[in-house]
């Protein structure tokens, strides 16, 4: 079945660092992968649709500076987090397209001392 | 505006004992509803999608069905292994991929 892969699988890292997470569809082409974040017991809040050879569309109220996505294969979408601060910290979990069905990566989680 | 609303929000069983999980939705066309299962730490796993009233699928323990306003999940003698967090996602008419999610039902079976 359809296999999607995010790396790492947590970091931890200080105030002020640049953080990049890989995702990966790794049986499938994907021109569109999505990205999410998830509170703890909260359900997944889209953030941004990412686009393969084209900008990324990002839902309101997230900073398109503050998260940069590229998208430069059918396979791969990268999430940058810069200049990450504590209330960053969060479980972020892309997604990649494989028809009509979203298949997740195993998240991301992102602490910010 | 596009919503997504599921009940209850935790459920404990005894293994054996069979219940339903809902989801009521209210969207400006429906493009399929997805239900997935996520374990702590993980990312959502994909479980089934439903794309008209009156829509059945099944899966092992699990059963989903489809109405215009909401989507059961029933599971039929729960094992402790079928304890996660089920979501719920309505897909939406202005993209296809985009979902919207609803808070989830988290499930504890006991042996």
């Known amino acids: 079945g359809a296999v999607v892969s995010q790396h790492p699988s947590w970091v931890i890292c200080k105030s002020g660092t640049s953080v990049k997470i890989e995702c990966r569809s790794l049986d499938f082409q994907a021109t569109t992968m999505f990205w999410y974040r998830q509170f703890p017991k909260q359900s997944l809040m889209l953030m941004a649709t990412?686009?393969?050879?084209?900008?990324?569309?990002?839902e309101q109220g997230v900073e398109k500076d503050k998260f940069l996505i590229n998208h430069a294969s059918l396979t791969l979408s990268t999430l940058t987090v810069t200049s990450a601060h504590p209330e960053d910290s969060s479980f972020y979990i892309c997604s990649a397209r494989d028809y009509r069905v979203q298949h997740f990566g195993d998240g991301t989680r992102l602490s910010i001392l | 505006e596009d919503q997504v609303t599921q009940s209850p929000e935790a459920l404990r069983l005894q293994e054996g004992e069979s219940s339903s999980l809902n989801c009521s939705y209210t969207v400006s066309g429906l493009r399929g509803l997805f239900w997935y299962r996520q374990d702590p730490g993980k990312g959502p796993e994909f479980l089934f999608t439903l794309y008209s009233a009156g829509e059945e699928k099944e899966k092992e323990r699990l059963k989903a069905t489809l109405t215009k306003k909401e989507s059961f999940l029933h599971i039929t003698a729960p094992k402790p292994e079928d304890s996660a967090t089920y979501l719920c996602?309505?897909?939406?008419?202005?993209?296809?991929?985009?979902?919207?999610f609803g808070a989830g039902t988290q499930v504890v079976v006991t042996p």
């Open positions: 990412s686009n393969e050879g084209s900008k990324a569309t990002y």
């Open positions: 996602a309505a897909g939406l008419a202005d993209s296809w991929g985009k979902l919207q």
